[in-house]
């Protein structure tokens, strides 16, 4: 068995920030996007890119856009029973990663902007989510869709959702 050449692997001793981690995982995914084949690997590898760096930009400090979260009436109903509720993309990452692999490529600001504007969640009960499921809305937006509302999903199915204070997360 031949030895591992570890000559061109950098080795790094400091942890990168929550943003310099969001906009390298930003930049490869464009990078895949633009270099690579457009097939079922590149788009699962750039689906999984931007699933990271979603998960990144929650935790970068929120600076405007409906970066809040969310819950629902049966949401709270369902945390306070003691069930498990669910947690849900206001907008759908499968939403941003579908724009992204079937239009032309976006630029790494493009990109940024569609991940940190699908970053907030809101909390809601199975049975809304079930809803979701029922209108074909779990991974997609309505298709009147103005590219502004990011609750339109739940407007579409009923679902009445509030900004969740800090005091109560």
Same mark, same amino acid.
């Given at each position: 068995m031949r030895p591992?050449?570890? #000559?061109? *692997?950098?080795?790094k001793t400091t942890r990168s920030t929550n943003e310099e981690a969001f906009w390298h995982l930003i930049e490869l995914a464009v990078h895949l996007l633009n270099e690579r084949p457009p097939n079922s690997a590149t788009t699962y590898a750039v689906r999984e890119l931007v699933r990271? #760096?979603?998960?990144k930009a929650a935790k970068l400090p929120l600076t405007s856009g409906p970066y809040t979260r969310y819950i629902s009436d049966a949401g709270a109903?369902? =945390?306070?029973?003691? #069930?498990? !509720? +669910?947690? $849900?993309?206001? +907008? !759908? *990452?499968a939403y941003v990663i579908d724009l992204c692999t079937r239009y032309l490529p976006p630029s790494v600001e493009e990109l940024a902007e569609r991940v940190k504007f699908c970053r907030a969640t809101a909390v809601i009960s199975t049975?809304? $989510?079930?809803?979701?499921?029922?209108?074909?809305? +779990?991974k997609c937006m309505p298709d009147d869709w103005d590219g502004v509302n990011p609750l339109a999903r739940y407007e579409k199915v009923g679902i009445? =959702?509030? !900004? *969740?204070?800090?005091?109560?997360?």
């Open positions: 591992l050449n570890t #000559a061109n *692997i950098r080795r990271k #760096a979603t998960e109903q369902t =945390v306070k029973t003691g #069930a498990v !509720p +669910v947690k $849900d993309h206001i +907008v !759908p *990452i049975e809304e $989510d079930q809803a979701l499921r029922k209108a074909g809305l +779990v009445i =959702v509030r !900004p *969740i204070r800090e005091s109560e997360s």
